[in-house]
């Protein structure tokens, strides 16, 4: 059975320290991977997208992955309490396969 | 432009009726998806629609729910007989194409009494 793993978290980071996020999957013929936000109380919203090999920067996130390992992470350098959400990663193949979430928590 | 619109954004209803939950998708996306997710829980696969193709419905929870989307665009969710254990956030979400990012709506959230 295809699975994304996450590690539920929490993740406790000091503010302006960066926040690694990371994503396992089962599937070798994935295509495209996605990492959503989700606020309390609120729908998921697109973060990044990266459908290549290596690293993909926007602004404060990056979004690295290696196919060979099979995983795909999200950095977020300088952390601020506004990051504190549930982190989501999604992979596509045939189908869309969504992580569980990690819980990101930013301390003041 | 307009995003993914959900209605009601809140539904409340008495175990037994039946509810029907609107999704209106963003202009020219082919792709629509539902999903259900309970409070401090993943997201839960429903149904999967693309383009004219049959939707992928292997996520339904039992034959009370069904949806159906007319002329490729608004898709309506409908949950027969609701259950206590219906009560979620019901999520809608569409794509431009299979391979794009999804955009979700703001859910509806649906409380069974």
């Known amino acids: 059975q295809k699975e994304v793993e996450q590690n539920s978290g929490p993740l406790s980071v000091p503010e302006g320290a960066i926040a690694s996020l990371n994503c396992t999957y089962s599937d070798r013929g994935s295509q495209s991977f996605f990492w959503y936000r989700q606020y309390s109380g609120k729908s998921p919203e697109l973060i990044m997208f990266?459908?290549s090999n290596g690293d993909k920067e926007d602004g404060r996130f990056t979004a690295q992955l290696n196919k060979a390992s099979q995983y795909v992470s999200l950095l977020i350098r300088d952390s601020q309490p506004s990051d504190s959400a549930t982190y989501l990663c999604a992979e596509l193949n045939y189908q869309l396969i969504w992580g569980a979430g990690t819980k990101l928590i930013i301390k003041p | 432009g307009a995003g993914v619109s959900q209605s009601p954004s809140n539904k409340v209803t008495e175990k037994g009726k039946d509810v029907e939950l609107r999704c209106d998708p963003i202009?020219?996306?082919?792709?629509l998806y539902w999903y259900r997710q309970s409070l401090g829980q993943g997201l839960e696969f429903l149904i999967y629609?693309?383009?004219?193709?049959?939707?992928?419905k292997s996520g339904l929870p039992s034959d009370r729910f069904s949806a159906e989307r007319t002329g490729g665009s608004v898709s309506t969710l409908t949950i027969q007989r609701t259950q206590q254990e219906d009560s979620a956030v019901y999520l809608c979400a569409s794509s431009l194409a299979h391979v794009s990012p999804l955009h979700f709506g703001n859910g509806t959230r649906l409380t069974v009494t």
């Open positions: 990266i459908y």
């Open positions: 202009s020219g996306h082919t792709a």
């Open positions: 629609f693309q383009g004219n193709s049959a939707p992928d």
